[in-house]
């Protein structure tokens, strides 16, 4: 049984990490289910229960930042309300049209909703660049989290073989 939970916890932790550039993938919770399931088919005597909520705090910050680093992207530009309606708007229906929509959705959405509001293309130009480098940093930081995440269940294994050799 500890074997079926260790194989399955490490591809929890892949395609977790692969979710973290695959928009649709719950990335970080995937990998924080791997997490948990290699702390407890280890009885949790290597991953501890205070580890699991460093990580699982990480995992709830690197999600809302993911979510919401495209709208305030957009919001520190300037950006009016119809903007941030446009860019959560082209985000939704940017997951239509696979990766390349999810990427450039609220980008144009946001530019829609600013062009309507203020009828001034450099802005909307403006705001839909703020969007885009605002879902940069979104990624980014997701890309940030599963790598400590991994990292650190990484070095607690390698603390464990450690200090059980010695």
Sequence with gaps: MTAIL???ALIFLCVGLLGTIMPAVPGL???FGGTWLLAYATQYQIIGTTTLIVLAVLV???SALDYVAGLLGAKFSGASKQALWGALAGGVIGIFFALPG???GPLI???IGEFLARRDLLTAGKVGI???IGFIVGV???IGCALAILLTVVAMFLWHLISVSA
Aim: zero cysteines; a positive charge; aromatic letters at 4%.
């Design 130 to 132: 703020a969007t885009f």
């Design 140 to 142: 980014a930081t997701k």
């Design 6 to 8: 260790i194989t399955l």
């Design 60 to 62: 709830i910050i690197g």
């Design 29 to 31: 919770p995937l990998m």
């Design 109 to 111: 959405g946001a530019a």
């Design 102 to 104: 999810m990427i450039i």
